[in-house]
């Protein structure tokens, strides 16, 4: 079985910065693709950040140049910096792993970290 626990979320003033970290645990064979979500009430579920299998990555055009996707594999853990925080960055983010393992490819997702930006 596969976990993702998130961490890193919390309470900033806008143009401050946050790091949010997602580790992996389980077992797998290799990882297609993983990145990072955020949610608002009553808002569909939005694409932040996307790291591919061969390190390519891309980004939600609201959060370009601001924020940075990265992982360490040593670690197994994922890493959204996010930097030059808006009050419109406000939301629950969510990691997601798309990895092939014993029960072939599934997605996992972590259980969701709130970002609260205040002015």
């Known amino acids: 079985q596969v976990q993702l626990v998130e961490s890193g979320g919390g309470l900033v003033q806008a143009g401050g910065s946050l790091r949010l970290s997602c580790a992996a645990s389980?077992?797998?064979?290799?990882?297609?693709?993983m990145g990072w979500y955020r949610q608002t009430p009553g808002k569909q579920r939005e694409l932040v950040a996307r790291?591919?299998?061969?390190?390519?990555?891309s980004y939600a055009d609201s959060i370009k140049g601001r924020f940075t996707i990265s992982r360490d594999n040593a670690k197994n853990t994922l890493y959204l910096q996010m930097n030059s925080l808006k009050r419109e960055d406000t939301a629950v983010y969510y990691c997601?792993?798309?990895?092939?393992?014993?029960?072939?490819?599934?997605?996992?997702w972590g259980q969701g970290t709130q970002v609260t930006v205040s002015s």
């Open positions: 997601y792993v798309e990895m092939r393992g014993t029960s072939g490819t599934q997605e996992y």
């Open positions: 790291l591919m299998s061969g390190d390519s990555t």
């Open positions: 389980g077992r797998w064979f290799s990882i297609n693709h």
